[in-house]
């Protein structure tokens, strides 16, 4: 049960401050031309995080709380903060498709990721195999 929590808590951790890291990302431009790395990192990360997750931890209940994180983190960078800011922000037509983008490609790839952990079958122990013969003697 302590395992299971650790692996809970690390998960957590992990798709939040990559979810922080790429609503951050978003508004990143070079030459006025925005740049969606965020929608990459977004794809990827939560293939990687949620497939990492089941197969470290073993659980399915494991698995599906990266993509949790994720989606709570950028949902709530669509509300406009009481100070008046907003983290994914609108702006010209370039930068709407950039956080369009990252929304929509971001929770598509939750959400596959969620079902192939969900649908894969349980993760198991292997044990090591024994030496010997099994026959009990040598000979």
Known sequence: MLRLLGWS?????????????EVFWLPWRVGGVPVPVS???AVVGNLMLVDAARRLSGSR??????AV???????????RRPEGDLLLPGGD?????VTLG????????????????????PVR???PARAGSGSGGAR
């Open 9 to 21: 808590v690390l998960a957590v951790a992990v798709a939040a401050w990559l979810a922080l890291v």
């Open 39 to 41: 929608l990459l990192v």
């Open 61 to 66: 209940l494991v698995a599906v709380l990266p």
């Open 69 to 79: 994180v994720w989606l709570v983190i950028a949902i709530a960078g669509t509300m």
């Open 93 to 97: 037509a370039a930068t709407q498709a």
């Open 102 to 121: 990252f929304l929509l490609f971001g929770v598509v790839a939750a959400a596959f990721a969620v079902g192939r952990a969900l649908g894969a079958e």
């Open 125 to 127: 122990q292997v044990r």
